[in-house]
T-cell receptor
Framework: DTEVTQTPKHLVMGMTNKKSLKCEQH?????MYWYKQKAKKPPELMFV???????INESVPSRFSPECPNSSLLNLHLHALQPEDSALYLC?????????????FGSGTQLSVL | QRVTQPEKLLSVFKGAPVELKCNYS??????LFWYVQYSRQRLQLLLR??SRESIKGFTADLNKGETSFHLKKPFAQEEDSAMYYC??????????FGAGTRLFVKA
């Protein structure tokens, strides 16, 4: 299995809702990432987990809460989001320790905050 | 650390050569990539400078003097139409993406 799977594909939520995005990979990668991509913009790094530990947090607001329950799963918990948080959220994974960090991306979750 | 792709849109005719420009700013030893996103498909790696490979007829050479990593193909095909992102990894887990160039290959 050489894919990164993200669910759901689409999500509409109100500003008072709590929801979660899920990501799964079975390639044995020990680094997993969350990226945010606004329309017609490049992906922007949000979080990185390495060996299930948070390695990078790019000053993301606390209304986004990542979780890595095991080496194959990555979640992004959402609470009290703002309309400007509407975007495509991409999960990615990679091996750790190689000279070049080749990223494998999921198809993304298109999030709309009303 | 920055990646610059000066062209938002590049339109060429089928069979014509194509060059997508990428310049980077980084004082260390860069790891550079080209990622591609075809319509309705996920973002995927096209090629990386370290492997010096040719994928789907595309090549890219790292020029440290000009801090460039331009993507080239001698004869564009319609199926090459996509969004192309140049990306820079500065070591560790941070990969910075350029703004992207949309390539449109006309029949």
């Amino acid at each position: 299995d050489t894919e990164v799977t993200q669910t759901p594909k689409h999500l509409v939520m109100g500003m008072t809702n709590k929801k979660s995005l899920k990501c799964e990979q079975h390639m044995g990668h020990r680094a997993m990432y969350w990226y945010k991509q606004k329309a017609k913009k490049p992906p922007e790094l949000m979080f990185v987990y390495s060996y299930e530990k948070l390695s990078i947090n790019e000053s993301v607001p606390s209304r986004f809460s990542p979780e890595c329950p095991n080496s194959s799963l990555l979640n992004l918990h959402l609470h009290a989001l703002q309309p400007e948080d509407s975007a495509l959220y991409l999960c990615a994974s990679s091996q750790v320790g190689l000279q070049d960090q080749k990223l494998f991306f999921g198809s993304g979750t298109q999030l709309s905050v009303l | 650390q920055r990646v610059t792709q000066p062209e938002k849109l590049l339109s060429v005719f089928k069979g014509a050569p194509v060059e997508l420009k990428c310049n980077y700013s980084y004082s260390g030893s860069p790891e550079l990539f080209w990622y591609v996103q075809y319509s309705r498909q996920r973002l995927q790696l096209l090629l990386r400078h370290i492997s010096r490979e040719s994928i789907k007829g595309f090549t890219a050479d790292l020029n440290k003097g000009e801090t460039s990593f331009h993507l080239k193909k001698p004869f564009a095909q319609e199926e090459d139409s996509a969004m192309y992102y140049c990306a820079l990894n500065t070591g560790g887990f941070k990969t910075i993406f350029g703004a992207g160039t949309r390539l449109f290959v006309k029949a």
